[in-house]
């Protein structure tokens, strides 16, 4: 039940990421979805990572500490894609 925990938590996370990270990130609901899902996926793995696993575990449902994870893990996504995407000027 955790990780479909995480999917719900990532199109909230990948949708308040997008609107507090700065500048023009691109990509619609479907890439904000996926990049916000995967960000969860990997805040979720930090929070038991520097939380530790019995603290951690709590982290798969939607608290107040699961959606700051998640959040700063989908920051972290949007912005490695940006510096994947990002073009040569």
Same mark, same amino acid.
């Given at each position: 039940?955790?990780?479909?925990?995480?999917?719900? %938590?990532? %199109?909230? =996370?990948?949708?308040?990421?997008?609107?507090?990270?700065?500048?023009?990130?691109?990509?619609?609901?479907?890439?904000?979805?996926? %990049?916000?899902?995967?960000? =969860?996926?990997?805040?979720?793995? %930090?929070?038991?990572?520097?939380?530790?696993?019995?603290?951690g575990?709590?982290?798969?449902?939607l608290?107040?500490?699961?959606?700051?994870? =998640?959040?700063?893990?989908?920051?972290?996504?949007?912005?490695?894609?940006?510096?994947?995407?990002?073009?040569?000027v």
């Amino acid at each position: 039940m955790g990780i479909i925990a995480w999917i719900v %938590l990532g %199109l909230i =996370a990948g949708a308040i990421a997008k609107a507090i990270y700065p500048g023009q990130q691109g990509g619609g609901f479907l890439a904000t979805t996926g %990049l916000g899902i995967v960000g =969860a996926l990997v805040g979720g793995y %930090l929070g038991q990572v520097f939380v530790g696993t019995s603290a951690g575990a709590s982290f798969g449902a939607l608290t107040l500490p699961s959606i700051a994870f =998640a959040v700063i893990g989908a920051i972290v996504v949007l912005f490695i894609w940006g510096l994947l995407t990002q073009r040569a000027v």
